[in-house]
């Protein structure tokens, strides 16, 4: 079996004919799937035009698999040590099974396909492969080998997820794949393998709550997109780190390319671009962006159909800027318009065969790309601006207080009000909360000053230390810092305080006698503190979504954008409609179950998230309905008071977090909202953006991670040159 899969595996596609000889639908299909395309075949069905026709153009495309196959079969009793028949058979059974898990999946519903036909056509489907796999088992002596290496290669391609990056509890959708591995039979491998994975889908938290029309959901991670769009997540984000993590878990996006969905590897990119490698490390950001965008081509292709059936409202995503220039609106925007014409050019080549044979009047080439522009600088607010009125959308990202989403939400208004008023047709664009790392970096200075003040009872503060950095298991990482205050710091952070409430801590605490000498006192205070943090990026988010897109205050801004701008009430809605707030950077279920909406509003799971959030779906008590709008629900009145009043530390960091600025509470007046002062006005202004404690940290982590990409592709320019 390991020798059948190599030998796939190692099928290369074909190179397409320019232009189609294809006479229809049914045979444009057959044609990318037996070319070597079957993800691209499968995806061909995914169009507005293929309403109603679908069971045509999928039965016709059957009847040529089948015939395909029977002559492939009749022909030679020895077809496994064939390399082109073995994966022409592979090729067919992939294109029908991605046939059919795109008409269980949620792109049904985008598309616009009813129940009723896709239920038609799944049947046939079923019974096409349930044929196929008899006609295989005839023919091999009652085994039907390829059938079954077509799954398993199907399977490890979702097992990748997190293969390199591990977090517990592991990815989600590595663990549906390990679910509907134990559901395969031996004697019905395809009807048994469908049957499980249509399942899997329909049982599945995401896709029902996206059935219901409760919430947007997309993938803070680069792989496993497909069987996402499935559950029904339309947008997948994209930053140094995932860039990099992306060639972890795949390393083929640096060599070995197979021509998966025409998306070419590094190496396949790089390869004739002879300056960049005449002297590689003078070129290291240029190769770290076509690294990035070797990374980011395939989730352009998954996410492509949806995009274009849905006019842009989904499948959009999220690709980081260069962190290093985040504050210089200048090469940003060069760097941004750069991509953005590379996506152009591969994409009017890649529309040309999805779309091949629907209407032109559906624009080709346009890039299902957001840019995202780090809330670093004041410098944000002018690119968020100028890139929305060019129709480029944004994904404001580096973002954890009130005031910075309010200010960005405000450019993207004007932006897009000027694409409007052009006829320039908008996208769907975001506003990151990165609330958990907002929880991180409030949690870490609380515990800090807890720690000081501990400290300060005892003489020997760095034998202290070091009993408590050995308790956390921090010892290794504390020892080679210098000052008390950098030990202080290295033990403080996420990595060995999260929770805040850890009993080497609480042990500690109580033993200095802080704040008394009870440990059950320390662990219940630390415990109740621990709760009230881990709300602060869930309040930001209610308090965002409140301001813009509350029942109340969503029709004063649509008047505020008509009346401002000059436009129609129908541009004013396009304007607003397609923004949505994007709380990302989650570390428990309830930041994504507590701030749903079925307007404005998209969740970026990460896959270990996502796992969480299935977990903590499968207790008996837990009720889809009960989230319904669960943004809108306010959260206990009490945290927000404790946060700004009960610990200096904390009440400092999260009044910046939560408040808006004087300059903002009179826009908001202006646009009619009651009362905007409620909303406080000590927010972080802009030019203090780079200076809070939350950006700091990610952006120096966004810049070594982009750092330690770019080396590894200027090691790699470096070994292709010398070839």
């Given at each position: 079996?390991s020798?059948?899969?190599?030998?796939?595996l190692s099928?290369?596609?074909?190179?397409l004919?320019f232009p189609?000889?294809?006479a229809d639908?049914?045979?444009?299909?057959?044609?990318?799937?037996?070319?070597?395309y079957p993800?691209?075949a499968?995806?061909?069905i995914?169009?507005?035009e293929a309403?109603g026709?679908?069971?045509?153009?999928v039965?016709g495309?059957?009847r040529q698999f089948?015939?395909i196959?029977?002559?492939?079969l009749l022909?030679?009793?020895?077809?496994?040590?064939?390399e082109?028949?073995?994966?022409?058979l592979?090729?067919i059974?992939e294109a029908l099974?991605?046939?059919?898990?795109?008409?269980?999946?949620?792109?049904?519903?985008?598309?616009?396909?009813?129940d009723e036909?896709a239920?038609?056509?799944l049947?046939?489907i079923?019974?096409a492969?349930?044929g196929?796999?008899s006609?295989e088992?005839?023919?091999?002596?009652?085994?039907?080998?390829i059938?079954?290496?077509?799954?398993d290669i199907?399977l490890a391609d979702?097992?990748?997820v997190m293969s390199?990056?591990y977090?517990?509890?592991g990815?989600?959708v590595a663990y549906?794949?390990?679910?509907?591995?134990?559901?395969?039979k031996s004697?019905?491998?395809?009807?048994?393998?469908?049957y499980a994975?249509?399942?899997?889908?329909e049982n599945n938290?995401?896709y029902r709550?996206?059935?219901l029309?409760?919430?947007?959901?997309?993938?803070?991670?680069?792989?496993?997109?497909?069987?996402?769009?499935?559950?029904?997540?339309?947008q997948v984000s994209?930053?140094p780190?995932?860039?990099?993590v992306?060639?972890e878990d795949?390393p083929?996006l640096?060599?070995d390319y197979?021509?998966?969905d025409?998306?070419?590897?590094?190496?396949a990119t790089?390869?004739?671009?002879?300056?960049l490698l005449?002297n590689?490390?003078?070129?290291?950001d240029?190769l770290?962006?076509k690294?990035?965008?070797?990374?980011?081509?395939?989730?352009l292709a998954?996410?492509r159909?949806i995009?274009?059936a849905?006019?842009?409202?989904h499948g959009?995503?999220?690709?980081?800027?260069n962190?290093?220039?985040?504050d210089d609106?200048?090469?940003?925007?060069?760097?941004?318009l750069k991509?953005?014409?590379?996506a152009?050019?591969?994409l009017?080549k890649y529309d040309?065969?999805?779309?091949w044979?629907?209407?032109?009047?559906?624009?080709?080439?346009?890039?299902n790309i957001?840019?995202k522009?780090a809330?670093?600088?004041p410098a944000?607010?002018?690119?968020?601006r100028k890139?929305?009125s060019?129709?480029?959308g944004?994904n404001n990202?580096?973002?954890?207080?009130?005031?910075?989403?309010v200010?960005l939400?405000?450019a993207?208004?004007?932006?897009?009000?000027?694409?409007?008023?052009k006829?320039?047709?908008?996208t769907?664009?975001?506003e990151?909360n990165?609330?958990?790392?907002?929880?991180d970096?409030i949690?870490?200075?609380?515990?800090?000053?807890?720690?000081?003040s501990?400290?300060?009872?005892?003489?020997?503060?760095?034998?202290?230390?070091k009993?408590?950095?050995e308790?956390?298991?921090?010892?290794d990482?504390?020892?080679?810092k210098?000052?008390?205050?950098e030990?202080?710091?290295?033990?403080?952070?996420?990595r060995?305080l999260s929770?805040l409430?850890k009993e080497?801590f609480?042990?500690f605490l109580?033993?200095?006698?802080?704040?008394?000498?009870s440990k059950?006192k320390?662990a219940?205070?630390?415990?109740?503190l621990?709760?009230?943090?881990?709300?602060c990026?869930?309040?930001?988010?209610?308090?965002?979504?409140?301001i813009?897109?509350?029942?109340y205050?969503?029709?004063?801004?649509?008047?505020?954008i008509?009346?401002?701008?000059?436009?129609?009430?129908?541009?004013?809605?396009?304007?607003?409609r397609?923004?949505?707030?994007l709380?990302?950077s989650?570390r428990k279920?309830?930041?994504?179950?507590?701030?749903?909406s079925s307007?404005n509003m998209t969740h970026?799971?990460?896959?270990n998230?996502?796992m969480?959030v299935?977990?903590?779906?499968?207790?008996?008590?837990?009720?889809?309905e009960d989230y319904?709008e669960?943004?809108l629900?306010g959260?206990d009145?009490?945290i927000?008071l404790?946060?700004?009043g009960e610990w200096?530390?904390?009440?400092?960091e999260f009044i910046?977090?939560?408040?808006?600025?004087?300059?903002?509470?009179s826009?908001?007046?202006e646009?009619?909202?009651?009362?905007?002062?409620?909303?406080?006005?000590?927010?972080i202004?802009?030019?203090?953006w780079?200076?809070?404690?939350a950006?700091?940290?990610t952006?120096d982590?966004f810049?070594?991670?982009?750092?330690?990409?770019k080396?590894?592709?200027?090691?790699?320019?470096?070994?292709?040159?010398k070839?």
């Open positions: 079996m020798n059948l899969r190599k030998l796939i099928s290369r596609p074909k190179p004919d189609v000889l294809s639908h049914s045979g444009h299909i057959v044609y990318l799937a037996t070319e070597g993800k691209l499968a995806d061909h995914l169009n507005g309403v026709h679908l069971d045509s153009i039965g495309a059957i089948n015939f196959a029977n002559r492939t022909r030679d009793a020895d077809i496994l040590k064939d082109g028949k073995v994966s022409l592979a090729r059974y099974v991605q046939m059919a898990l795109n008409v269980v999946g949620f792109e049904r519903d985008i598309v616009g396909f009813s036909e239920a038609k056509v049947a046939k079923f019974e492969l349930k196929l796999e006609l088992r005839k023919a091999l002596g009652g085994e039907a080998p059938a079954r290496t077509t799954i199907f979702m097992k990748k390199g990056y977090r517990p509890p990815s989600m549906v794949a390990k679910e509907i591995e134990k559901e395969i004697d019905s491998a395809m009807e048994s393998f469908l994975a249509k399942r899997q889908i938290v995401y709550f996206s059935k029309g409760m919430c947007k959901f997309g993938n803070d991670y680069a792989l496993g997109l497909r069987w996402l769009r499935h559950l029904g997540f339309v994209t930053n780190v995932l860039a990099a992306a060639y795949d083929t640096w060599e197979r021509g998966e025409l998306c070419p590897d590094f190496e790089i390869k004739h671009e002879e300056e005449k590689p490390n003078a070129y290291g240029e770290a962006a690294g990035t965008e070797v990374s980011i081509w395939p989730n998954v996410f159909p995009a274009v849905s006019n842009m409202r959009l995503v999220s690709l980081q800027l962190p290093t220039i985040a609106y200048e090469k940003s925007l060069r760097e941004a991509i953005y014409f590379d152009e050019e591969f009017r040309y065969y999805l779309l044979g629907y209407s032109a009047n559906i624009e080709r080439g346009r890039p957001v840019f522009v809330g670093s600088s944000a607010i002018e690119l968020t890139l929305e060019l129709g480029i944004t990202t580096v973002t954890f207080t009130v005031s910075q989403e200010e939400i405000l993207k208004i004007d932006g897009r009000s000027e694409a409007a008023k006829g320039i047709p908008l769907t664009v975001y990151t990165m609330g958990g790392r907002l929880d970096h949690r870490e200075v609380q515990a800090e000053e807890i720690l000081r501990a400290l300060e009872r005892l003489e020997d503060k760095d034998a202290a230390l009993r408590l950095a308790a956390l298991g921090a010892w990482e504390v020892k080679g210098g000052s008390l205050d030990k202080i710091k290295a033990i403080c952070s996420r060995f929770p409430n080497p609480i042990d109580a033993e200095c006698g802080v704040p008394s000498a059950e320390v219940e205070c630390l415990a109740r621990e709760e009230d943090i881990g709300y990026g869930i309040l930001v988010t209610k308090r965002v979504y409140e813009f897109f509350s029942p205050n969503r029709p004063k801004w649509l008047e505020y008509r009346s401002k701008y000059g436009l129609t009430a129908e541009q004013a809605e396009e304007v607003l397609g923004i949505d707030v709380p990302a989650k279920p309830k930041e994504t179950l507590l701030t749903l307007l970026t799971e990460f896959p998230h996502q969480n299935l977990l903590e779906s499968l207790n008996e008590a837990f009720k889809v319904r669960s943004v629900v959260a009145l009490e927000p404790r946060l700004m200096k530390a904390t009440a400092e910046k977090a939560y408040e808006l600025t004087p300059e903002q509470i826009v908001l007046r646009a009619g909202l009651v009362k905007p002062e409620k909303y406080g006005s000590r927010g202004k802009p030019p203090e780079g200076l809070f404690g950006t700091m940290k952006m982590e810049t070594k991670s982009y750092d330690r990409f080396k590894k592709c200027i090691e790699y320019a470096s070994k292709l040159a070839k």
